[in-house]
């Protein structure tokens, strides 16, 4: 008797045991891939979280950069708010600023290296669109240039890469085959209250 018990104690645990990896594998599986119905929100605290800067626009002369206080989205690292700080100088200005960069140019890459020298990737409307002349250029590069340096202190130095490559200039008056270091002669002292 308590051999035939044995075996049905055992017989039992194997129906157990089967019927266990069954649902395992054939109900499991929808268990794991069903949506949860009242997933929690967790709040995008980075994305709404915004930093004071310094951006620079065309002076009402159009002779000279001047600063701008304003709000931009906070990034994590220096290059987040690098990227950050130059897609904000890309955009359209508030009214009555007006922008160095010319409309249409985009951010295509950026990085820094380890001696704090940043590399901007712009799309060629920044030289294809651009107005010409020395000022103007000289306005264009050092909206980027002046913007990163004086916002990011980490950052010593900026060259500017059209579509992934080197380039002489922008409109052929200033040498950009290397990282320009801030230069706030071009920038009105005043800011705006």
């Not at 044995?6 to 069954?22: D, H, K, M, P, Q």
Request: aromatic fraction near 6%; proline fraction near 7%; glycine fraction near 8%.
């Amino acid at each position: 008797m308590t051999i035939r018990r044995n075996v049905a104690i055992y017989a039992a645990l194997a129906v157990f045991l089967v019927g266990g990896l069954g649902v395992l594998f054939f109900v499991g599986p929808r268990w794991l891939s069903t949506p949860v119905e009242n997933p929690v929100q967790v709040p995008a605290v980075a994305e709404a979280r915004k930093i004071h800067v310094r951006l620079f626009y065309v002076a009402e002369d159009g002779q000279h950069l001047l600063p701008v206080d304003q709000e931009v989205p906070y990034g994590e690292t220096t290059t987040e708010q690098a990227k950050r700080l130059i897609e904000a100088a890309l955009t359209p200005p508030p009214s009555p600023y007006v922008s160095a960069i010319p409309s249409g140019t985009k951010l295509r890459a950026l990085f820094l290296t380890g001696k704090g020298e940043a590399y901007i990737d712009l799309s060629n409307e920044v030289q294809k669109d651009h107005s010409g002349g020395t000022t103007g250029e000289i306005l264009t590069v050092y909206s980027l240039v002046d913007t990163l340096t004086a916002n990011l202190p980490a950052i010593t130095g900026v060259q500017l890469l059209i579509d992934g490559k080197e380039t002489d200039s922008l409109a052929g008056h200033l040498d950009l085959r290397r990282p320009l270091e801030q230069n706030l002669d071009y920038a009105n002292r005043q800011s705006n209250p």
